[in-house]
């Protein structure tokens, strides 16, 4: 007899990618500029550590906040006690408005659709539960967040068809593409219960434009399907074109009083914008009341803390602070995306034009031995064991072509990030150096067995004319 269940022992968690295969090989030898300076440079994770300072600036500045306090009088107690799982109504509203502050106030939200969760790996499985029964499917943009694999399908047991894009057009989503993505659900006898995109895109880096959007929600219009939009990275956007959230687009084509309004649900999360991915903090938006019902209920198995959500309702509520925090933060962004496009270009390696997030969808695909996925993880593991730098190899985010990788830059210093790039330039200079040096070789291999050869042919001509005479 089992003592364990199916979903204890079974190997559908994702763990074994080489996306989390990575951050295993960085944590046996991290790197540290004073205790191990030849360690594994951390560039598979996406952490924006590049704004801290303003958080702490304000914490300092707002010691009830912290303390917990309320008019100088602790509320400890209050928020000690339970908590029921609708959550703190001033967080709610501070978070709705703070979701319309990074939209640039083009869209506002009604705290009562909004639905809080521990993280946006929590909202996203949740939708899962409330949108697709098991066996059910998905429609997913390639490349997706390596991360999807565990939070849509493990305990859900909701399945993944791919989107297949490919590099051709930037990676953009098409009408072919979507529509060959539902036929091969149809083949496989799967129910295609919606679409699911990243906006701005994990790993891409790149925000959907108007034509993408609209084409999406004719084309779920038309399916009579859903679509969730993930926009915890909407306040990335430090280049143009400025981000469109789904619901703009919504509005402007009039979709309010149409079924696909209450079919579009949108996650975000404080991880991303604010940095904050230890405090757990997501939530789910949908106009649909029964979506938000279940959503609610099922969040009781993934709360946010009363304290923290006391803490960051102050915090978020502070306009004066918001005001100043978005656009430095994003500044500061697209300063360390400069660094990184330029390290890789002064290596010779190109990136994918982009305008948000916190990594770069990096080409490599002239540095593969073959163009194939087996070629990919031998570069990967190069880069990881050789050079000491973790990044994400196309594979794990299920890119259709080889040699794609996608290299964070918000979560170490100037000074590590420099590092990588010097480390990175070293070795592809070698690796040119070592295919020259093949490729002379190889030459002159050939010349001398040309030159062997042509003997050969001439002591056979010469005795062929021999015998004819």
């Known amino acids: 007899m089992k003592l364990l269940s199916e979903k204890a022992t079974c190997n559908s968690h994702g763990q074994d990618s080489s996306y989390f295969l990575g951050w295993q090989e960085y944590e046996k030898n991290p790197y540290d500029e004073i205790q191990n300076p030849k360690g594994i440079i951390q560039m598979g994770l996406a952490e924006n550590q590049l704004s801290f300072d303003l958080l702490e600036s304000w914490l300092a500045q707002n010691p009830d906040a912290a303390g917990l306090k309320r008019n100088g009088e602790s509320i400890f107690r209050e928020l000690a006690l339970f908590q029921d799982y609708h959550g703190l109504p001033a967080f709610k509203n501070a978070m709705t408005k703070f979701m319309s502050?990074?939209?640039?106030?083009?869209?506002?939200?009604?705290?009562?659709?909004?639905?809080?969760?521990a993280g946006a790996t929590s909202a996203n499985e949740t939708l899962m539960f409330c949108l697709a029964d098991q066996g059910d499917a998905f429609l997913l943009p390639t490349p997706y967040y390596p991360g999807f694999d565990r939070d849509l399908k493990w305990r859900t047991g909701a399945e993944i068809v791919p989107i297949h894009c490919t590099s051709s057009n930037g990676f953009k989503?098409?009408?072919?593409?979507?529509?060959?993505?539902?036929?091969?659900?149809?083949?496989?006898?799967?129910?295609?219960?919606?679409?699911?995109?990243?906006?701005?895109?994990?790993?891409?880096?790149?925000?959907?434009?108007?034509?993408?959007?609209?084409?999406?929600?004719?084309?779920?219009?038309a399916k009579g399907i859903h679509l969730i939009s993930d926009e915890i990275?909407?306040?990335?956007?430090?280049?143009?074109?400025?981000?469109?959230?789904?619901?703009?687009?919504?509005?402007?084509?009039n979709y309010m009083k149409t079924e696909v309004w209450?079919?579009?649900?949108?996650?975000?999360?404080?991880?991303?914008?604010?940095?904050?991915?230890?405090?757990?903090?997501?939530?789910?938006?949908?106009?649909?009341?029964?979506?938000?019902?279940?959503?609610?209920?099922?969040?009781?198995?993934?709360?946010?803390?009363?304290?923290?959500?006391?803490?960051?309702?102050?915090?978020?509520?502070?306009?004066?602070?918001?005001?100043?925090?978005i656009p430095k933060n994003q500044k500061r962004l697209k300063k360390r995306h400069v660094m990184l496009v330029k390290g890789l270009k002064n290596a010779g390696i190109n990136c994918l034009e982009s305008n948000a997030g916190l990594f770069c969808w990096v080409d490599m695909r002239h540095l593969l031995s073959s163009n194939t996925f087996d070629a990919e993880m031998d570069?990967?593991?190069?880069?990881?064991?050789?050079?000491?730098?973790?990044?994400?190899?196309?594979?794990?985010?299920?890119?259709?072509?080889?040699?794609?990788?996608?290299?964070?830059?918000?979560?170490?210093?100037?000074?590590?990030?420099?590092?990588?790039?010097?480390?990175?330039?070293?070795?592809?200079?070698?690796?040119?150096?070592?295919?020259?040096?093949?490729?002379?070789?190889?030459?002159?291999?050939?010349?001398?067995?040309?030159?062997?050869?042509?003997?050969?042919?001439?002591?056979?001509?010469?005795?062929?004319?021999?015998?004819?005479?």
């Open 173 to 221: 989503i098409t009408k072919t593409a979507l529509e060959k993505a539902y036929l091969e659900a149809k083949k496989r006898n799967l129910r295609v219960k919606g679409v699911i995109v990243t906006n701005p895109s994990n790993p891409l880096g790149t925000t959907l434009s108007r034509n993408e959007l609209e084409l999406l929600l004719t084309f779920i219009d």
């Open 262 to 325: 209450e079919r579009v649900h949108i996650v975000y999360s404080l991880s991303k914008d604010l940095g904050l991915p230890g405090f757990r903090i997501g939530a789910i938006y949908s106009n649909d009341d029964m979506v938000v019902s279940a959503a609610t209920k099922m969040s009781s198995f993934g709360l946010v803390s009363s304290q923290t959500q006391y803490l960051l309702s102050c915090m978020l509520s502070d306009k004066k602070f918001t005001k100043k925090y």
């Open 233 to 253: 990275y909407s306040g990335t956007v430090f280049n143009s074109p400025g981000f469109v959230s789904v619901m703009e687009v919504l509005i402007e084509k």
């Open 379 to 469: 570069l990967w593991k190069k880069i990881v064991y050789d050079v000491g730098l973790n990044i994400s190899p196309g594979s794990s985010c299920h890119c259709t072509e080889p040699g794609w990788f996608r290299a964070c830059f918000a979560n170490m210093s100037e000074d590590a990030l420099n590092l990588a790039m010097r480390r990175i330039k070293a070795f592809v200079e070698s690796t040119t150096t070592n295919t020259i040096n093949q490729t002379s070789h190889q030459n002159h291999q050939t010349s001398h067995k040309k030159k062997s050869f042509s003997k050969w042919v001439f002591r056979l001509s010469f005795n062929d004319r021999q015998r004819e005479r």
């Open 101 to 117: 502050e990074i939209r640039g106030n083009k869209v506002s939200f009604d705290s009562n659709k909004l639905v809080l969760t």
